[in-house]
């Protein structure tokens, strides 16, 4: 097993003429949660999306396991491990819990599906609870716990999460740290977006600080020992 999972290396990606990603590199290693911090607009998404295959790199390098990545299509990336939480609202309103999350299972077999199912709804109990209901009824956070559960129900290697807290309350986000706490433990690796710095710092091992489509800053988490100012600095300079 490699030490770095995922391996960005000088990456420049484009929309039309305008530059967005100009030669961003770094690294996430297996098992670590690295957070991307940096302003509106710094090129966060866009990373992700590049990862996922949504967005063509110009050119630069997107390394998975030793695998190339940068080009394919976001099929062939999701069969190689890589999974994106999509926003609840990808969800499909009308559909089961149950159906949303089997939804996620895709290249499983029924028996393998079956099993990552049953280990969802030990993780998400709330999820079991609900998982006749429609989808559409649920609360904001229980279908943030959908979305979850559904990138979760492909093994994947490495799991992306683009704002996970996106418009939750305290306590839900509360529960979002607590779920990510779990998956580290169980040694997930982990790629998140996030604005709340409370959970940003929290969930991650690591972070980066993007600006401009470079990274600027980085570092571990527990080494600025609660310390945060100068990163939030960095962040808005
Ligand atoms: N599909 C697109 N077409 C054209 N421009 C885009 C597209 N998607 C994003 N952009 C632009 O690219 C820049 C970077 O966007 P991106 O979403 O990557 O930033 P971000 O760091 O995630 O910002 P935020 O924190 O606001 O979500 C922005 O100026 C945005 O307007």
């Given at each position: 097993m490699h030490d770095v999972l995922l391996k960005i290396t000088d990456l420049h990606v484009s929309y039309g003429k305008k530059a967005i990603l100009r030669g961003a590199s770094f690294d996430v290693r297996n098992g670590e949660c690295l957070t991307l911090l940096g302003a509106n607009g710094s090129g966060k998404s866009t990373s992700m999306n590049a990862i996922c295959g949504f967005v063509k790199p110009v050119s630069g390098s997107i390394s998975l396991n030793g695998t190339e990545l940068a080009g394919k299509g976001p099929h062939t990336i999701f069969k190689q491990g890589v999974a994106q939480v999509s926003q609840a609202r990808d969800l499909f309103p009308d559909l089961s819990v149950e159906d949303n999350l089997r939804?996620?299972?895709?290249?499983?077999g029924k028996g393998k599906a079956a099993q990552v199912l049953a280990d969802i709804y030990d993780r998400f109990p709330r999820l079991a609870e609900r998982r006749?209901?429609?989808?559409?009824?649920?609360s904001g956070g229980e279908q943030q716990m959908v979305a979850i559960g559904r990138a979760l129900m492909s093994s994947p290697l490495i799991l992306l999460l683009d704002e996970?807290?996106?418009?939750?309350?305290p306590q839900f986000c509360e529960e979002i740290a607590t779920i990510m706490d779990q998956l580290k433990s169980e040694g997930v690796t982990m790629l998140m977006v996030e604005q709340n710095l409370n959970l940003a710092f929290r969930a991650a091992d690591r972070f980066i600080v993007l600006r401009d489509g470079q990274v600027v800053d980085g570092g571990d988490v527990a080494a600025m020992a609660g310390d945060h100012d100068a990163i939030v600095r960095n962040i808005y300079l």
């Open positions: 939804l996620g299972a895709m290249q499983r006749r209901q429609a989808t559409r009824t649920l996970p807290s996106g418009g939750l309350s």
